[in-house]
């Protein structure tokens, strides 16, 4: 009996874990459908009413894989030859010949491309050095030499892409590393191939540009806030050309305050404290500028989006100067309240220079106080500019920008000259790789080509999804049918079991973060037969012992205790088959493969356990199960 | 409800006149393979696939013609499911989408006022396809392996080894049929794509269990009926697994035909391939892994027997 209640318990755990899990994909669901129903500003409003919990479900949903709701998936390879080509000095014909003979050679087949390339030289007796490194470097110097920036030139090119996704305003974008060179970039929801595929290949802009002074860049931040609260045009203060269209300013006005705040604009009754400064200051209710006047703004994650469509509406354009660009912090930032920000930066329109006079960047430890740091190097031109430039701007802060987004604005110390200058005042050793990868960027580009492209168009995925759901409900329908029909109460038991089993799997993929496929929902549909299966081993098997004349409680028992072994030894074989898939299928197959791993060990517990506590519950009870 | 009274068929005694069929099956089977071959999807082939729909519906014959004037005249070109709706293959390769570009540009030109939409687009580089069909092949030998050896443990090795055989002959088969049917039934397409790769992961799979089932129930029998020979044990057991067998193979197989009607397009080369390799599946557990294992041993003690 405390066997049974343990079991109980354990049945009651999983199925509210299951729940809780699926809860955030319920819940987006619905706001989903009452989203739909809406329209105009009913749904503007509706979404703003609880935008906070949308984007809290939405984060936390299950994930859709890209056959299902349409979209781009591009494999992207780092074309290491050129590379290899790109790092080399005193290139003369005899290396180039070697280069084609290695890029024909590995083009065929799939051996590595840097020992192939090595052992060329070394059938030539030709040292590396002669190309790369120092003169006095051995081969198996260089060698590791050109391993490490191959990897290096992986990273950043997946910090390139990240970077102008990122910029791009792609939502739930997943970009990963397969193997040694490879790049997976996944884009639900982008349709414009060639808009694409200039984001994922041109080679990245690196700036260097002056920060705007704060003191001006607030003023503009003010002119902002008070042009949305309507009190600007009787303010004289503000050095701005105010536009000529006056009469249709507060309409416009208007809507540029709908398009930050939303409808939920604070209503004149409520004059506590905040409602009060949310009406006088609607935009620095959002963006709250540095406190000690660096002249940076922190938005808030979630309202970043609001800020960038009320940057772009061109009455606000008008009020910032020409010469003054916002740009956004290209990561975002945790600060110690764990609250997460993104950093608006007001920098000058004109960059200082550009990152093409990088020659080296390479991230370090400062011996002295351990704190992270990164070296820089320039080219002769470049230190020229750079020592004017760094010279004229003591004190003031210059933005490192990458395609737009500002990795670091750190202090200029003192004037540079020689071109050699070391960035500090970085948190962590990871911030200042960061930020070596993004210089170097500039410097040494990483090629990438294109190997495979798909792309899913949205009304394809619509009908996958109906069709894939469809099939599930009527294969489900029909088996709850047939197995009552069989084996009456058992076969309702079982289809009870089989509820929970589709139950568990969802909690479970859920609270992976696992993505469901195409292939997964094939997956689910042959876990359903598998768990047939089992019901049906053990009621056959229990049907079997009822005939020699066993009690209907020791026919059960001995049923579960017999058809145990079957199940479970047909279990783990499938398992094992799930687990080759896993490692050797595509992304596709890989789908498969997970709900049919999560599918059978759900089986073996809701098949075995969950009905065997549910007929001795009935039995307890006084109901005999009949098996048909 | 029981569909199957106690039966008492001598399954095992008819294993030659199987074997026959099941040889022939695989010769059928291979003899296709060589001659009418086998269609690789997009992923093994490399190059690029597009599925568009037109609206209205426009004519193979004149698609093919606009794709001539830039030289794609070639492509593979067969409708995709609905009437409306075309595949458009090429295995011409070309840097990044250039291709998808060329054909989307031919085809807006070539009917001007159709409503074009591209449903799908897939580029593969050349070297893909080949990594692919290594990996593909590298899975299903390792999940051979996998079974091999945990049926040998479980079991006794001669078990194993029949179950890997019965999954050789329910792969080869499959495969086979695959080849012969590939473009009999119009709208579908029956392509090695990855798709179909899991299929046939999972018919292993099931066919496995299915093998597994029966082996269990012989080796229960042996403990008890020790007497017994082991032609009649696994006739005993086979009779005694019947219904269940056909109800859970049956239930698998309307799930599948569900798939098949109403999956969509994407799902129905798993569910054909899958729905055949059931049927295949089934029987090779009982003529191929349990008359394997049966004829072994008989093998074996009459070796034994002799050398004695």
């Known amino acids: ?628 | 409800m029981r569909l199957f009274k106690k039966t008492n068929i001598d399954f095992i005694g008819k294993r030659f006149f199987w074997y026959i069929v099941s040889t022939i099956m695989v010769l059928i089977g291979l003899v296709s393979i060589i001659f009418r071959g086998i269609s690789y999807g997009i992923d093994f082939q490399g190059g690029t696939e597009m599925i568009v729909a037109f609206s209205p519906n426009v004519d193979i014959g004149n698609v093919r013609i606009v794709l001539d004037k830039v030289g794609l005249g070639k492509s593979e070109i067969k409708s995709y499911g609905k009437e409306s709706t075309l595949l458009i293959r090429t295995s011409e390769q070309a840097e990044g989408t250039t291709i998808g570009t060329k054909i989307r540009n031919a085809l807006t030109d070539g009917f001007p006022g159709n409503n074009i939409q591209t449903l799908r687009e897939d580029k593969i580089g050349p070297r893909i396809g080949k990594e692919l069909r290594t990996n593909a092949l590298l899975a299903v030998l390792w999940a051979l392996g996998a079974i091999l050896v945990y049926i040998g443990l479980r079991f006794k090795f001669r078990y194993g080894l029949g179950a890997t055989i019965s999954i050789f002959h329910d792969v080869l088969t499959t495969f086979g049929f695959l080849s012969i049917m590939n473009g009999l039934i119009p709208g579908l397409n029956l392509e090695i794509t990855q798709e179909v790769i899991a299929a046939f992961l999972t018919l292993i799979g099931v066919s496995v269990n299915d093998t597994v089932v029966i082996f269990d129930r012989i080796r229960e029998n042996e403990k008890v009926h020790r007497s017994m020979s082991l032609g009649d044990l696994m006739n005993k057991s086979l009779n005694e697994t019947l219904s269940r067998t056909i109800i859970t193979s049956g239930t698998i197989f309307l799930v599948l035909v569900i798939l098949l009607i109403f999956g969509g397009e994407v799902n129905r080369g798993f569910a054909f391939t899958m729905a055949f390799g059931i049927v295949t599946g089934t029987y090779s557990s009982i003529y191929v892994a349990s008359a394997f294992v049966l004829d072994w041993t008989r093998y074996q003690n009459r070796k034994k027997a002799v050398t004695a």
């Not at chain 1, 984001?199 to 806030?225: C, W």
């Open chain 1, 1 to 628: 009996m405390r066997n049974q209640l343990t079991r109980i318990i354990i049945t009651v755990c999983f199925v509210i874990l299951a729940i809780y899990f699926l809860w955030p994909t319920i819940r987006d669901y619905n706001y989903r459908k009452q989203l739909s129903q809406l329209t105009g500003q009913d749904s503007i409003a509706y979404a703003e009413k609880h935008h906070d919990d949308m984007l809290d479900a939405k984060m936390k949903r299950m994930k859709l894989g890209l056959d299902l709701q349409g979209g781009m998936r591009v494999v992207l390879e780092v074309d290491l030859i050129q590379l290899l080509e790109d790092v080399a000095k005193n290139k003369d014909d005899k290396f180039r010949t070697i280069i084609k003979e290695v890029r024909s050679e590995t083009a065929s087949n799939e051996s590595s491309i840097i020992p192939t390339f090595v052992n060329k030289f070394k059938a030539d007796t030709i040292r590396l050095s002669r190309y790369y490194g120092s003169m006095r470097d051995d081969d198996s110097k260089i060698t590791s030499m050109l391993e490490d920036e191959s990897s290096k030139a992986v990273d950043r090119a997946i910090e390139i892409v990240r970077n102008r996704v990122d910029q791009y305003g792609v939502s739930e974008p997943s970009i990963q590393k397969q193997g040694g060179r490879r790049i997976i970039v996944e884009l639900p929801g982008v349709k414009d191939e060639n808009e694409v595929s200039q984001l994922l290949h041109g080679t990245a802009l690196l700036e260097f540009r002056m920060m705007k002074d704060p003191q001006i860049s607030y003023k503009v931040m003010e002119s902002i806030d008070k042009y949305l609260t309507g009190k600007l045009e009787t303010d004289t203060t503000a050095e701005i050309a105010i536009s000529t269209e006056k009469k249709k300013e507060p309409a416009k006005r208007k809507d540029a305050l709908t398009e930050l705040t939303g409808n939920t604009a604070v209503p004149e009754s409520d004059t506590s404290k905040e409602a009060q400064f949310a009406r006088e200051h609607p935009f620095f209710l959002y963006v709250k500028p540095d406190q000690h006047g660096s002249g940076e703004g922190y938005i808030a994650e979630k309202d970043k989006d609001r800020v960038v469509r009320l940057l772009e509406r061109p009455e606000v354009q008008r009020l910032i100067p020409t010469d003054l660009e916002f740009l956004w912090s290209a990561r975002v930032q945790t600060f110690k309240d764990e609250q997460k920000y993104y950093l608006l930066y007001p920098v000058k329109k004109t960059p200082e220079l550009t990152g093409n006079v990088i020659t080296n960047a390479q991230a370090s430890v400062d011996p002295e106080d351990n704190r992270s740091i990164v070296n820089m190097e320039m080219s002769s031109e470049g230190a020229r500019d750079w020592a004017r430039i760094t010279g004229a701007n003591i004190g003031k802060r210059v933005a490192i920008i990458m395609d737009k987004g500002v990795f670091s604005a750190p202090v200029v110390q003192a004037k540079i000259s020689g071109g050699r200058s070391r960035i500090t005042g970085m948190d962590s050793p990871a911030e200042a790789r960061l930020l070596e990868i993004v210089l170097k960027a500039g410097a040494l580009p990483a090629p990438v080509t294109t190997i495979e492209q798909r792309s899913i168009g949205p009304s394809l995925g619509e009908d996958s999804i109906r069709a894939g759901f469809t099939s599930i409900l009527i294969a489900f329908i029909l088996i709850v049918i047939f197995m009552v029909v069989y084996y009456h109460s058992a076969g309702a038991v079982a289809d009870f079991a089989l509820f929970f089993n589709i139950l568990f799997i969802l909690g479970v993929m859920a609270s992976f973060g696992a993505t469901l496929t195409l292939p997964g929902i094939a997956g689910i549909v042959l876990t359903i037969g598998m768990a047939v299966d089992a019901n049906v081993l053990v009621n056959e098997r229990v049907r079997e012992e009822m005939v020699t004349g066993k009690t209907l409680r020791a026919a059960i028992d001995t049923g579960y205790i017999r058809a145990f072994t079957a199940i479970f030894d047909g279990h783990v074989t499938s398992f094992l088959t799930g687990i080759v898939l896993y490692q050797f299928g595509s992304s596709g197959v890989q789908g498969f493969a997970l709900t049919l791993m999560i599918g059978l060990v759900a089986n073996l517990f809701s098949a075995i356990v969950i009905t065997h506590v549910i007929m001795n519950i009935m039995m307890d009870k006084g109901y005999h199960p009949k098996f048909g």
